[in-house]
């Protein structure tokens, strides 16, 4: 019974099954037991096995079974004084680190990133993405990351991986100088970069950044708002043909619904109007981002211009005011020799009598008709 006890009190199998797939360090727990000579460590693939002696770290040891014995434990023999071998229980932290790769962790902006684009000027981006990390140097990831911290997952560093992220991808594409148009293909390429300008970072922290993802880069919702409508306006084309196009389903509409063609006039009307006024607006002029238009025909009026209104004039005759007159009067007028060029006429726009040979409109009458005769010569004495 009492030897029941002394063996209640040794750890003879050490091992780790982890079921959780974001812890990278577990300290095997053991209460104040004393690890037993000769025991057996068992270390699964994708694990290494670290044992601390007051502080300091002592042994690795890779994936496979390790019987706990002198010669298998070199440096915790020197820190522990077994100069000549030691077959005693000993006490040690034995910590499992898992070296497989931890996936889909998370790294985005917080804040946009402000670029000056060639083609939109400056904006504003956001970007995020996947990354997936590994423990490359268990040694350094316990003294610089876990300490004593006796089981260590993924969400107590990725904040700061994350952080480490954002700010070389920011620097990156901030010297790339692509058009936001053009990053879109240039995804491996930006995450290329990263992963060769942050690797330094991680490698100080015992980790190995394996892969970086950028999922997508993508610009604020006005601004995105603003490139469908380019879009479509490139899908629509020539405005005339989408504006019969639009008018033929409206027509077709109508004709389903009760209120029929009555209904729906107005917004017939409505929408070839500001089709005509969108065409002509835009006919040969440049584009809204540069690019010259082709030129659009120019819309015909609706109803043609009002008909030009016959002359009507007053003429003075003896002294007296006549008229109105037509030009057909006043033909006759000037073959009964009534209207000369001399003849003072009036009409509506004029401020004052004039000399009916000032007004354009009556020098067609005048074209047949010879001026007056000069005065006669006086004789000679």
């Known amino acids: 019974m009492i030897w029941n006890v002394i063996r209640g009190e040794l750890i003879d199998i050490i091992e780790w099954l982890d079921p959780t797939n974001d812890t990278m360090v577990w300290r095997f727990e053991r209460r104040n037991n004393e690890i037993k000579y000769g025991a057996q460590l068992t270390v699964r693939e994708g694990q290494v096995a670290v044992f601390i002696n007051e502080g300091q770290l002592a042994d690795v040891f890779p994936p496979g079974r390790h019987r706990l014995e002198t010669q298998n434990l070199p440096v915790l023999s020197t820190l522990q004084g077994w100069k000549y071998g030691f077959e005693s229980p000993f006490k040690a932290e034995v910590y499992f680190i898992s070296t497989r790769r931890f996936t889909d962790l998370k790294w985005g902006t917080k804040n946009p990133i402000m670029l000056r684009d060639p083609e939109f000027g400056p904006v504003r981006i956001?970007?995020?993405?996947?990354?997936?990390?590994?423990?490359?140097?268990?040694?350094?990831?316990?003294?610089?990351?876990?300490?004593?911290?006796?089981?260590?997952?993924?969400?107590?560093?990725?904040?700061?991986?994350?952080?480490?992220?954002?700010?070389?991808?920011?620097?990156?594409v901030g010297r790339a100088r692509v058009p936001v148009l053009d990053m879109a293909g240039n995804y491996d390429q930006f995450a290329d970069f990263v992963t060769e300008k942050i690797a330094p970072e991680f490698a100080a922290y015992g980790l190995e950044l394996t892969k970086l993802l950028i999922e997508n880069i993508s610009l604020p919702p006005a601004v995105e708002e603003a490139l469908d409508k380019r879009t479509q306006m490139g899908v629509i084309g020539d405005l005339g043909r989408y504006t019969q196009f639009q008018?033929?389903?409206?027509?077709?509409?109508?004709?389903?619904?009760?209120?029929?063609?009555?209904?729906?006039?107005?917004?017939?009307?409505?929408?070839?109007?500001?089709?005509?006024?969108?065409?002509?607006?835009?006919?040969?002029?440049?584009?809204?981002?540069?690019?010259?238009?082709?030129?659009?025909?120019?819309?015909?009026?609706?109803?043609?211009?009002?008909?030009?209104q016959p002359v009507q004039l007053f003429m003075a005759i003896n002294g007296q005011q006549a008229g109105p007159f037509g030009l057909t009067a006043l033909q006759g007028h000037v073959r009964a020799g009534r209207l000369t060029r001399d003849t003072l006429v009036w009409k509506a726009g004029l401020a004052n009598w004039t000399a009916a040979s000032t007004l354009p409109e009556l020098s067609g009458l005048f074209a047949a008709v010879p001026p007056p005769l000069p005065p006669p010569a006086s004789p000679a004495i």
């Not at 607006?281 to 025909?297: C, F, Y």
């Open 126 to 172: 956001r970007a995020f993405g996947t990354y997936v990390v590994r423990c490359g140097d268990p040694a350094t990831f316990i003294r610089e990351i876990v300490g004593t911290d006796g089981e260590f997952t993924t969400s107590e560093i990725t904040n700061q991986l994350r952080n480490l992220v954002v700010s070389r991808f920011s620097a990156v």
């Open 247 to 308: 008018t033929a389903e409206a027509i077709q509409t109508a004709a389903g619904n009760p209120g029929g063609f009555a209904g729906a006039g107005v917004g017939i009307g409505m929408g070839v109007g500001m089709g005509q006024q969108i065409a002509h607006a835009m006919g040969g002029a440049a584009g809204p981002w540069g690019a010259a238009s082709a030129p659009a025909q120019s819309a015909q009026p609706a109803t043609p211009p009002p008909l030009p």
